[in-house]
């Protein structure tokens, strides 16, 4: 599986912005995928993640700001009312079960800058 994230650049705060990332590669065999953000000096948080079944999760600070949805090897990240506070790096990850384990194989993608201007 590989991953290549677009959709970032420099945006207002009170903007939007969209995210995608499209996977390659074994596709169906992703159960999870999500995005995070680092800003230097911090370790990389979730934002947001979507299970094969739908099922989401926000990391708090985004709620009702952030939305993310897939489809099958695309997932997109729909951000609105931007602030600079979400200035980062925001990574595309993939996690795919390993076969006759409880363990998963976790794919990266590149990064892609979002900059938020007051």
């Known amino acids: 599986v590989q991953l290549a994230e677009s959709g970032g650049g420099l945006v207002q705060a009170g903007r939007s912005l969209s995210l995608s990332c499209i996977a390659s590669?074994?596709?169906?065999?992703?159960?999870?995928m999500g995005w995070y953000r680092q800003v230097p000096g911090k370790q990389r948080e979730l934002v947001a993640s979507v299970t094969s079944g739908g099922t989401t999760n926000y990391a708090d600070n985004v709620k009702g700001r952030f939305t993310i949805s897939r489809d099958v090897a695309k997932v997109t990240l729909q951000m609105n009312s931007l602030t600079p506070e979400d200035t980062a790096v925001y990574y595309c990850?993939?996690?795919?079960?390993?076969?006759?384990?409880?363990?998963?194989?976790?794919?990266w993608g590149q990064g892609t800058l979002v900059t938020v201007s007051s």
């Open positions: 990850k993939a996690l795919v079960p390993i076969a006759s384990t409880v363990e998963y194989l976790e794919v």
């Open positions: 590669g074994d596709i169906f065999s992703i159960e999870i």
